[in-house]
């Protein structure tokens, strides 16, 4: 099997993307291992570029782990030989560089990024509960974390054994000079003799160097000679993360790295690990106490120390914890610091989320075992009220959040917090309005809603409703009947409208007459009332209908009455001009996708209000055309053309005067599109026939045979019998007419 990760450019056999555990000693090699490692230089040179680390860092790190510091250089050097032997050390290495781990049943890669720091799964409980804040922030597969080794260092570093600074001199003289610090503290610069520099602060070490340059320089006191001192290479710490951190052991760090670089690059604290209590400690004592959620909470790093070399990180054993669900921002499991009470808790998480229902909350607690006894569940709730507006007793001694007060209730280990949510509206009261209003639906009840109240909520009537009654659907007090709902008439008038004109008179449509405004007394509403609103008897918005072509005022026009006719439209449109084709009249009909519908204009004209002179509906369009006295021949003719149309000629006149057809025309399919839209075949029973006659501005199309349809010939003799019997028959028939007569 073969498995292609996007940072991976090529499938590799047999690894699973597993995580790096440092300086944890490897099982014995086995021989696919090694073999694996020997047959694959690339890949792994490949993991440990994508490390981030560099040369000297890795040499350091092997040396620190107890292995040869030149092991990986054949890997990382162009052109050097990677067919060596490969050994346990090997296998070691990859390990405590973070980019392989070993198992008994092969070997497995971490999927490094560019950095040490590898990808853990967030700690969760079964079924997906809740995760330990802060737990995931040291998971990040990323080097953001690593200290920053490029840019000058502050004035308070102190400079020691293994930095290597730059001293550059101008003026009256120019000379750099690179000083490396030796184990001893001291650099060594020409003409002006041995420094001890050790653990100065790069603003003491200025002082310093003005006091000894100005010996050896005159330049440096009269200020015509210059300096400047930088740190060009950082040099190397050793400090020790153990504790409850994912890969405990001893890093070699640069050393401008803090306590939290430390714990990165030990993979994060553990489950078990103390987030507020992190200890730094220098020659045995406690020099400094890192909280972490002073960094996660607040972006407080006042407290995270520069470490020098042989500095402990020490994570204790976690302390007090407890979780809180619910209606809050950041759901979550918190650490607490000795003397926190709930108002902390909800504090880390963010506070209370907008949709709390900030009258009560429930903390569940794990009872002590002095109190359990047999039968009662060992845990109990304590019930928690919030004050509104910090109302009640010791109010002043209460945390705010939104609004409410939190009282100072002591957590216990393991307490599970939980904020309500407010009732769901399917479980709140609440009243519904429908019909003609802007917005329908249901809206939460309050005490003394009155019917107005519920109206404007809905943005009040849309045009059309009526505002003289509404209707009332109440629970009924009594259900002995099966009875649903009782029914009440409530009056409405004109201030029920929401619109007002600029006199400041309410605004409605045409239609029936409203009360005045105030003639309707309030009607208080009850919680599940169901309130309809009606529409206006018979109201109805405009009706458009269009009429396009050869009349004399074309336009559209809105429908007087719901039985208006077609002809009543065309007589509003002024007539049929003397150019129009009335028998050519197309008539679409838009409501329910109807189409075109075939009307004869010329006899509805001549008799109004007959069954053929339509009722008008809405978005109905007619087009009476222009009068066109040719007609139109295309298709499978030897010359499509236009011919001018001579009343009572046939089809054959106007094919014949396109040439004829061609030799590939299909004559049995001729088809007749007239002005009007509808079309006709041509059409053939036994030996009789027919052929549609064209009209003016008909359009006659011949269409071709299709390619390669052979003659049938079984087709042609069987309608030939047909013809012949037929034709026998006839005969027959009229023999015997014959003879039967006088």
Known sequence: ?????????????????????????????????????????????????RSGLSMEQIRARLQSAGLSPSLMDRYLQPGADTTAAVGAETLRALQVLGVARIEAEGLEFVPVDTGLVVSLAPAREAGGALQLYGLDVFRGLTTRFQPVLSGPVPPSYKVGPGDVMVLVITGDVEFVYELAVTREGFVMIPQVGQLFVNNLTMEQLNGLLRQRLGRSY???RTGTTRFDVTIARLRTNQVFVIGEVTQPGAYQLSSVATTLNALYAAGGLSERGNFREIQVRRNGEVVST??????????????????????????????????????????????????????DLIEAAGGFAPDAELKRLAVHRIVSAAERAPGPSPRSVVDVGLAVDGAGPQSGSRAMFRGVAVPPLALEDGDSVVVDLVTARERSLFVTIAGLVRKPGTYPWREGMTLRDLVTLARGPIVGADLRESELARLPADRSDGQLAETLRLPLDSSYLLERDAAGAYMGAAGVAFPPAGSAPEATLQPYDRVTIFPQPEFELQRQVHITGEVRYAGSYALTRKDERLSDLVKRAGGLLGTAYPEGARFIRSLDRAGRIDVQLSRILERPESAGDIILQPDDSIHIPEYVPTVRVEGAVNSPTSVLYQEGQGLGYYVANAGGYARNADKGRVSVRYANGSARVKSRFLIFGSSPAPGPGSIINVPSKLPGEPFNVTGFLGSLAQVLASTVAIIVIATSQNQSSP
């Open 1 to 49: 099997m073969s498995l292609s990760v996007s940072r991976f450019p090529f499938p590799v056999s047999k690894i699973t993307l597993l995580l790096a555990c440092l300086a944890v000693p490897a099982l014995a090699q086995t021989p696919q291992q090694l073999d694996f490692v020997r047959q694959n230089p690339e890949l792994v040179r490949q993991q440990l570029l």
């Open 218 to 220: 005159s330049g440096i």
């Open 290 to 343: 890192l909280d972490l959620y002073d960094y996660l909470l607040r972006g407080d790093t006042k407290n995270d120390v520069v470490l020098e070399q042989g500095d402990v990180v020490f994570v204790p054993v976690r302390g007090v914890r407890a979780s809180i669900v619910g209606a809050v921002i950041r759901p979550a499991i918190y650490e607490l610091k000795n003397g926190q009470t709930l108002a």
